[in-house]
């Protein structure tokens, strides 16, 4: 037999008793104020309601030890002190009816009485026009003791101390002090954004400097900066709607599709009450779906502002959750309207270069991990370490060869053509064919021939090509190599002291970590003739090719001073017509003032002349008595300047050269002839899209990349201003790339 002992009154209905109103309070106050952050986001409301421009938010241990909350705004009457701490006391409410048109934070005045029951709280308080300030303190929301007069600022101080000190289960449950503090820390941040205009600051005690402020003349975006950083900030789209309809407006500034973070920052405000919407933020987020690299989201402050009528704040106990009519419509609207915004924005991405290049320190190069199988190391490589490239790989180039047509015919000699100097013929801007394996094949082939046939061939003198100077770290050795840049054989030494100082000059200002780069890299192509792209390790680089040629036909004209071959015109170009073809350009900056340009162009002819002995012997240029120009330095082989820039080249030796010092002269000089020399935008044609030009037009591809380009490997030293005047700009790296495309 089984026997079940029942307790007595086991079926008894149960008794129902009144709460004792402490019990109560608790309860409500565990609803209200469930951690230290609520605390402060109801006291912040209090303060705004009380128009205050300035908040002051001071934390001990997360907020358990100590909560004070400072502001300037109207303050508590003395004669309303006594009430302040108890439950449904406000200043903001009269009747239900008043709730459906509600414009303050607060309205059913139980914040400072929640606070009151699980807390010691003290207040002090001054109005405007109170001769002094009273403070008083308050237990389970009734008064310890009359309000005291004492010293005081205009508004309310209230200190919160040991919270939670009679719920010890909910002490036990809240995290880490630093936790608490990060959680005050984000309420603060969000109400500073928006309400901009106002101060804000919050720090722990002792400390003294805040760990967020906001200044009162800051604009939202400046709020914004301060709180989340400058990443953010820039990459903002200002955002802006109403619809009268659904009778609501909104603004707000929301992340581009160059910003994306781990976790979605939503700051919503409905009614300028901070507030959270599921559904809000679900749509935005499939929105940006199609714009964010997978598992990243966006950064969105967005300010809804509806009828009060139409809105429902009394859902929730910490008044964190609203409902409102035609919720549906309302964020399909916002929907919409902040695809429209991404839609316009995407059109063109912002991409931000640094001229100071990671892993390129002044003393050298950071070693990269290679990805090739003769490596030593055991280390295991990683790929987004490994570098994706050979230059003695074919280029993408091979696959788009162009159907071959005859060479054109020999044009007669013009004055910018040169003796014994042969030029490459180039198959360029030619349609190019459907490609085959055999046409690939095939044309890899004739590639390889042309390139076997250009190392066979020598320019001036019939001299092999030699790499001069390996390194600048010997700028001595370099210069007593057998050959210049340009292949031929050095006829002497130079001593003269002005010109070894302009050499370790050069060799003192070397970039190490440049030079480096410049001596290892890949070359990618042409952008346009002003900048280049190259690879180097695992980073792509955005080369200003102006500024680097010009660099590098100065070095050459300072290490082969005296030893230069001669580009000799066809034509002999009289001094007079280029020198009144520069006074004739805008460039030269001419006027009445003067003098006429006649008599300038022939004084300018008259001091060349006088010059011409010392410019043939040490720069190989060469005027006749006639006044005519019939030679030009031969700089690198295989290379001519441009010839349009040739007549302000003249003009400006005449008058930019200083021309009474040894080692200014030389510097001056070779400074406007390597200008001369260098790529230069404006002197080069360039086809249009679509258009078909000869191939001499763009035969500068061709001169950056197999000469200049190769010259860079070998007779270059980069100085250190490169670094940071935007010469290179590092501009992709393949481990950030590898983060960009995880969503592929």
């Known amino acids: ?210 760990d967020v402020r906001t200044l009162p003349n800051a604009s939202v975006v400046d709020n914004i900066r301060g709180v989340f950083g400058n990443v953010v900030s820039r990459e903002l789209i200002e955002v802006g709607c109403e619809d009268q309809k659904l009778a609501y407006k909104i603004k707000g500034y929301i992340s581009n599709a160059n910003y994306s973070v781990k976790k979605c920052i939503l700051i919503l405000f409905i009614n300028h009450r901070l507030v959270e919407s599921s559904a809000l933020k679900k749509a935005v987020e499939t929105v940006y779906a199609a714009y964010l690299p997978k598992n990243t989201h966006p950064f969105l402050y967005l300010s809804l502002e509806i009828a009060p009528q139409n809105v429902d704040v009394n859902v929730h106990p910490t008044k964190h959750e609203v409902h409102f009519l035609h919720e549906d419509s309302i964020i ?76 054109p015919e020999p044009e007669p000699a013009a004055p910018s053509s040169r003796e014994m100097v042969t030029k490459p013929v180039q198959p360029e801007n030619e349609e190019f064919g459907e490609t085959d394996d055999a046409d690939v094949i095939e044309a890899l082939a004739e590639q390889e021939a042309e390139e076997e046939k250009g190392k066979e061939g020598s320019s001036v003198g019939d001299v092999q090509r030699k790499r001069p100077r390996k390194e600048e770290k010997e700028p001595q050795q370099g210069a007593d190599e057998d050959l210049t840049a340009a292949a031929t054989p050095k006829r002497r030494v130079i001593k003269l002291t002005s010109i070894k100082e302009l050499r370790a000059d050069i060799s003192g200002n070397a970039h190490k970590g440049l030079q480096e780069m410049m001596q290892n890299h890949s070359f990618v192509g042409c952008v346009n003739p002003q900048w280049s792209l190259v690879q180097h390790h695992t980073k792509l680089y955005l080369l200003n090719t102006t500024k680097l040629s010009q660099e590098l036909f100065y070095q050459i004209l300072i290490y082969d001073f005296g030893n230069f071959g001669i580009l000799r015109l066809s034509t002999p170009a009289p001094l007079y017509d280029l020198a009144m073809l520069a006074l004739d350009s805008e460039e030269s900056g001419w006027t009445e003032d003067d003098g006429p340009k006649e008599g300038l162009a022939k004084y300018i002819v008259d001091f060349l002349k006088k010059k011409a002995e010392m410019l043939e012997d040490y720069f190989s240029m060469e005027i006749d008595q006639e006044g005519n120009l019939t030679g030009l330095p031969l700089l690198l082989d295989k290379y001519t300047p441009v010839m349009e820039g040739l007549p302000m080249f003249i003009l400006r030796l005449a008058t930019e050269v200083n021309w009474d010092n040894e080692k200014d002269c030389f510097r001056d000089f070779s400074k406007e002839c390597s200008m001369f020399y260098s790529i230069r935008k404006q002197y080069i044609l360039e086809a249009e899209p679509g258009e078909e030009q000869a191939s001499e037009v763009n035969s500068w591809r061709w001169k950056v990349e197999h000469v200049i380009f190769k010259a860079f490997r070998s007779l270059f030293s980069p100085p250190k201003s490169f670094s940071e005047d935007g010469a290179v700009l590092q501009i992709a790296n393949l481990p950030d790339l590898y983060k960009v495309f995880e969503r592929c």
Do not use: W
């Not at 919160?160 to 002090?177: C, G, H, Q």
């Open 332 to 407: 399909e609207s916002i929907q919409r309207h902040i695809e429209s915004k991404l839609l316009g924005s995407n059109s063109s991405r912002t991409y931000f270069t640094q001229t100071l290049l990671p892993g390129l320190s002044v003393s050298g190069g950071t070693e990269i991990k290679a990805s090739c199988s003769s490596a030593e190391t055991s280390e295991r490589v990683y790929a987004h370490q490994m570098v994706r490239t050979d230059c003695r790989a074919q280029k993408l180039d091979a696959f788009l060869q162009p159907k071959e047509k005859p060479p």
């Open 1 to 210: 037999m089984h026997i079940l002992r029942l307790g007595d009154g086991v079926n008894m209905a149960g008794v129902i008793r009144r709460l004792d109103e402490t019990v109560v309070n608790r309860i409500a106050a565990g609803e209200v104020i469930q951690r230290p952050a609520n605390a402060v986001k109801e006291m912040i409301e209090n303060c705004l309601d009380a128009k205050s421009t300035s908040i002051q938010v001071t934390v001990k241990d997360g907020g358990l030890k100590l909560l004070q909350i400072q502001d300037n705004g109207t303050g508590i009457r003395r004669e309303d002190m006594e009430i302040v701490c108890e439950r449904f006391t406000t200043s903001k409410l009269q009747t239900f009816e008043d709730l459906s048109a509600i414009v303050t934070y607060g309205f059913r005045g139980e914040a400072l009485a929640s606070i009151s029951h699980v807390a010691h709280v003290t207040i002090t308080t001054k109005t405007t026009d109170a001769k002094c300030a009273y403070r008083a303190s308050y237990s389970d929301g009734k008064l310890k003791g009359p309000p005291k007069p004492c010293a005081g600022n205009q508004g309310t101080q209230i200190l919160v101390e040991d919270l939670f000190y009679n719920v010890s289960t909910r002490r036990k449950a809240l995290k880490s002090p630093s936790d608490e503090y990060s959680r005050i820390v984000e309420v603060v941040s969000r109400y500073a954004i928006h309400n901009s205009g106002k101060s804000f600051s919050v720090k722990k005690q002792g400390e003294t400097v805040a």
